[in-house]
């Protein structure tokens, strides 16, 4: 799916994840790991759904760090270490932006 709304340029789901194992979350803490998710760039903005609950374990900040390189914040709440669950297949939607808006734009 694409749409042009503004100086939104496109939006597009996308899947990723299978085939990775995520390292630990340390406790009380949280953690930025990456994955490789072709087509992204730097200034794109991404929401990513974790497909499972998992006990003590969250999303808590996503990003594009570098081109084709998703980076994201887990969270972990326990009091010792968790690993986000292996091999499940995360939903993505990537926005991309068109023109920028001019200095003179009000939002």
Known sequence: MSLTIGNLKAAQAFTFGTGKTWAETAANTS????????????????????????????IVGVRVSATNTLAITFMNSTASGVTATAEEEYLGV???AGQPFPDTASI
């Open 94 to 96: 990537v926005f991309k």
């Open 31 to 58: 953690a930025e790991q990456t994955v490789t998710v072709p087509g992204l760039e730097v200034g794109d903005v991404v929401l990513v759904s974790k497909p499972t609950a998992q006990a003590g374990i969250g």
